[in-house]
């Protein structure tokens, strides 16, 4: 009885010690509440508290200055810090409100991939530089925060003339292989005739295609590839022409040589260097 006796009274004192630590627990309870929701909003990784980082967004345009009625290219792609998930936005600059500040309004949306590159191509009829805005939304708690990047583009009622090489298109597809698709892009200021378009592939690509009424030659010699499109009547204006290929890839670079438009008589009527890749963006 005295063992049973001991005991019992150990239990009221403790149960007597609750009670009157109750205030002092829920106030506790309440700031533990608040430092786990600090914790989410420093951005805990994985359960740890590592804090976001920004997402290493490229906004790119092409060309950055245009001739009103043709369109511009803008890409976005992600550098060293790339998220695999998540959302991007495209945000155009549409206005100011009362406040003064800048009005944005979305123009388009994809959904974020390991290695993904964005394009949306943009026209206006309308002289002025429009800015532009890629805003990337996290996906929950995977590291990154969300992220800005800004850029604008000129459309002029002056005539550009010149040529493009841009990757528009990549697909991972193992090792170090990649399939590319390169868009070459010739402005002309006015009409020609008998204009022949011309560049080349380095050596070791395969799965060649070209766009519409294009033509692919294969060196016998050295495996080099010679890309050619013939335009009988070329408006003024701006025309794309594409190129899709299988290539190893190991580091950043050019992936297709020099290209460049004449017309029969060999006038240069464009010229552009070739298109530039970087596996790691």
Same mark, same amino acid.
């Given at each position: 009885?005295?063992?049973?006796?001991?005991?019992?009274?150990?239990?009221?004192?403790?149960?007597?010690?609750?009670?009157?630590?109750?205030?002092?627990?829920?106030?506790?309870?309440?700031?533990?509440?608040?430092?786990?929701?600090?914790?989410?909003?420093?951005?805990?990784?994985?359960?740890?508290?590592?804090?976001?980082?920004?997402?290493?967004?490229?906004?790119?345009?092409?060309?950055?200055?245009?001739?009103?009625?043709?369109?511009?290219?803008?890409?976005?792609?992600?550098?060293?810090?790339?998220?695999?998930?998540?959302?991007?936005?495209?945000?155009?600059a549409t206005g100011v409100d009362a406040d003064g500040k800048t009005i944005w309004t979305k123009i388009n949306e994809y959904p974020v991939t390991d290695g993904g590159v964005y394009t949306h191509e943009f026209t206006s009829n309308v002289v002025g530089t429009f800015e532009f805005r890629a805003h990337y939304i996290a996906n929950g708690n995977n590291g990154f925060?969300?992220?800005?990047?800004?850029?604008?583009?000129?459309?002029?009622?002056?005539?550009?003339?010149?040529?493009? %090489?841009?990757? @528009?298109?990549?697909?991972?597809?193992?090792?170090?292989?990649?399939? &590319?698709? $390169? /868009?070459? #892009?010739?402005?002309?200021?006015?009409?020609?005739?008998?204009?022949?378009?011309?560049?080349?592939?380095?050596?070791?690509?395969?799965?060649?295609?070209?766009?519409?009424?294009?033509?692919?030659?294969?060196?016998?010699?050295?495996?080099?590839?010679?890309?050619?499109?013939?335009?009988?009547?070329?408006?003024?204006?701006?025309?794309?022409?594409?190129?899709?290929?299988?290539?190893?890839?190991?580091? %950043?670079?050019? @992936?297709?040589?020099?290209?460049?438009?004449?017309?029969?008589?060999? &006038?240069? $009527? /464009?010229? #552009?260097?070739?298109?530039?890749?970087?596996?790691?963006?």
């Amino acid at each position: 009885m005295k063992k049973l006796y001991i005991f019992t009274t150990a239990l009221l004192l403790l149960a007597g010690s609750f009670t009157s630590c109750n205030k002092d627990l829920d106030e506790v309870g309440l700031n533990a509440s608040a430092i786990d929701a600090a914790k989410k909003e420093v951005g805990a990784t994985n359960g740890n508290n590592t804090p976001k980082v920004e997402a290493d967004i490229n906004l790119s345009f092409s060309p950055t200055t245009q001739m009103i009625g043709n369109a511009v290219t803008i890409t976005i792609s992600f550098g060293t810090n790339a998220p695999k998930d998540g959302k991007l936005h495209l945000d155009q600059a549409t206005g100011v409100d009362a406040d003064g500040k800048t009005i944005w309004t979305k123009i388009n949306e994809y959904p974020v991939t390991d290695g993904g590159v964005y394009t949306h191509e943009f026209t206006s009829n309308v002289v002025g530089t429009f800015e532009f805005r890629a805003h990337y939304i996290a996906n929950g708690n995977n590291g990154f925060s969300n992220t800005f990047e800004y850029g604008s583009v000129t459309f002029t009622a002056d005539c550009v003339q010149g040529m493009t %090489a841009a990757v @528009v298109e990549k697909e991972h597809i193992g090792s170090n292989m990649y399939r &590319l698709k $390169v /868009a070459f #892009t010739l402005t002309t200021c006015e009409a020609y005739s008998n204009v022949h378009i011309q560049g080349g592939l380095t050596a070791k690509v395969s799965n060649v295609s070209v766009s519409e009424n294009g033509n692919v030659r294969k060196h016998t010699s050295n495996d080099n590839y010679i890309i050619t499109w013939d335009e009988a009547s070329l408006e003024k204006g701006t025309k794309t022409y594409y190129v899709t290929f299988e290539q190893e890839i190991k580091g %950043a670079g050019e @992936v297709t040589g020099d290209w460049s438009a004449k017309t029969a008589d060999g &006038l240069v $009527v /464009a010229y #552009t260097e070739g298109a530039y890749f970087d596996p790691a963006v």
